[in-house]
């Protein structure tokens, strides 16, 4: 049985749902890595990366699957290949065999030569290749083809990273019912940078197939948004957006940490034993100890860090012999050249830096090139009295959080990028400009004479919200809200327009004597264009308008656009027309306009310089003058600023409108000023209010739609047409939609 949209259904709880429902984890790499030991046995081991600890203890639970691509199975033959598949699926994991060379193609190509360098703001190293590209969108379908063949019904699928933005959307299409959530782990560039992409609307209806799609900070939702508006055409209201009639929400979730994992293992014996025989081991007896720990990467910021510290050196003669930089470096993507390159300037700079600065017993950069065990790691963090994270762009970075965590009761100094995501997070960090080298500098020696009870004063706060906010509870919140999204979905269906309730508005068309269609115009019957002037209606709508047109039936088009353009482009038609939003009204047998009541223009004289001074500071916005109302538009203006200037606009108007008479209305992208009282509603009534007429319908997409939807009788048949809240009782998708129903109505 459907349900209506006033039904209430108990509150669905975490227990119920975790009983009914799978978690499917969904990422480039499985949680597990294959490999041969000494002996040549076939071994996994488990990834100790913030992804797989994050979701290690969901997936653990009984029936969760995740499912990845297995790696370069080249050391292996066909056996132990099904030996290693048979393996992962007792853990459960489900392997996606890839071709090699489209897991080149698609990983080495065109996920980290094009997406990894363009999203974190390097563009001189991005490559764009068609084949790399083809290679992407085919491996997204073969993960697709394995999701699709294991799913059940109830199933949450979530997609992790930009190895797989195409992913939602082929789900959505295969799975349209299904729970779908997609995170981001590194930044979303500005829309400026973004738009470089070729295939940036493929990537960005890919990742709209998703109900929620999460980042790690606020800005990165920001810039996302922005590219659905300017790339897609797909508008937002605080986050939301409405996609093919689906609700979509985009909001931030910061990753955390297993917080308590680090705490303890500082606190491990043999790690204390290990911290204190390190300087020992070392000959740093004295000494001070700055740590970096990155991934070998150009989006690190590793040589900025080593310049800065050569110049610390430079400046302060008296920390010679006093401070050590333990740089651990581990290694990645050896095979790309510039990642080599990277490699031997890193390699040029500590031996500069060494061979300047050394002494007979202390050299100030002590490098590691390899990756370190999970003991070794804490036991540096622990033994580290400052923490240099300078990425010059980070999604998140989880290394800060580690430090802090190993640090938990005592003291340590964070020095923190500005451009890394948790920046946001960590405010009582020594938060730097990476690219300001000064600004690096300054913080180390701020950083190394600080005091102890400063820096237990810094530290307290961030480790609280560190130990509240974990790793685990980034997962639950994140699918608390997918599922949150889903109700509110459930919510919305409930009202839209489908085959069932089509068949019963055909009938009551059917079945009555004499109907009143009453329509909007753009949005409703013609999709929206930026230039509002170029919408003329095409001649299948005007032929379909006639065809509704009869004894029967009135057709009414209820517009915000001035009489002259109706007039123009739907005169020759048998429908009455009514013109900027109620103010005029023409009879289909009578050639003359008619005003609703007696109106004066002539407040506009006033108005206009104002309006006129917005339209020349706002790129992109335009003035329309109508007979009784000026018009802003901002459908090309740049989302933020159209903001900013709406909320001017209204505090420079809205005081001295009322006093004359006037009502400033939102409406789709456009400010109007016009007569109070004047409105859609209040045109309608004039239909609504004949009781000749024993079937009512009323379309409309906007926020002056709502005026008819509220003036309609409880007998109307109203659609709002789009997403968003609406006063309608029921909704389409789009116009497109819209004009197959009236087909369907004018078939009857």
Known sequence: MTKTSDESEPMETELDRSAQERLIIVSNRLPYRASHDA??????????????SGLGPLHEQDGNLWIGWMGDTADFDEAEQADVAARLAACGCLPVLLDPADAEAYYEGLSNSALWPLFHGFPQFVRFDEAEWEAYRRVNERFCDEIVAVARPGDVVWVQDYHLMLLPTLLRAK??????????????????????????????RGVLGADLIGFHAYDYVRHFLSSCRRIAGVENTSGALTVDGRLTQVDAFPLGIDYERYRQAARKPEVQRAAAAFAEEKGHEGCKVMLSVERLDYSKGIPNRLHAFDIFLD??????GRVVLVLVTVPSRENVASYRALKKQIDELVGLINGKHSTMDWSPVDYYYRSLSFDRLASLYAVSDVMLVTPLRDGMNLVCKEYLACHDGGGGVLVLSEMAGASYELHEALRVNPFDLEDVVGAMERALTMGTDEQRRRNAPMQQRLARYTSEKWAREFLDAAHGVKQRQAGMSARLLGPTTAVRLLDAFRGSGRRALMLDYDGTLMPFSDDPGRVVPDSRLLELLERLSSEETDIVVVSGRDRNTLETWLGALSVDLVAEHGVWFRRKEEDAWMLE??????????????LCDFVDRTPGSLLEEKDFSLVW??????????????????????????????ALMDGNKVLEIKPRGVDKGHAAHRWFRNPMYDFLLAAGDDRTDEDVFEAAPETAWTIKVGGGPTHARYTLKDCREMRGLLEALAEV
């Open 633 to 662: 538009h901002y459908r090309t203006c740049s989302q933020e600023l159209a903001e900013r200037r709406v909320i001017e606009i209204k505090n420079a108007l809205s005081d001295g409108l009322a006093d004359q008479g006037l």
């Open 39 to 52: 002996e040549g046995h076939i071994t996994l081991e488990r990834s100790v990366g913030g992804l797989a």
């Open 315 to 320: 400046r302060h003669p008296e920390w010679e």
């Open 175 to 204: 799975l349209p019912d299904a729970t779908i959530g997609f995170f981001l782990h590194i930044p979303f560039p500005d829309y400026e940078t973004f738009r470089m992409l070729p295939w940036r609307e493929d990537i960005v």
């Open 597 to 610: 009541e007696p109106l004066s223009d002539g407040w506009k004289e006033a108005l206009r310089p104002v």
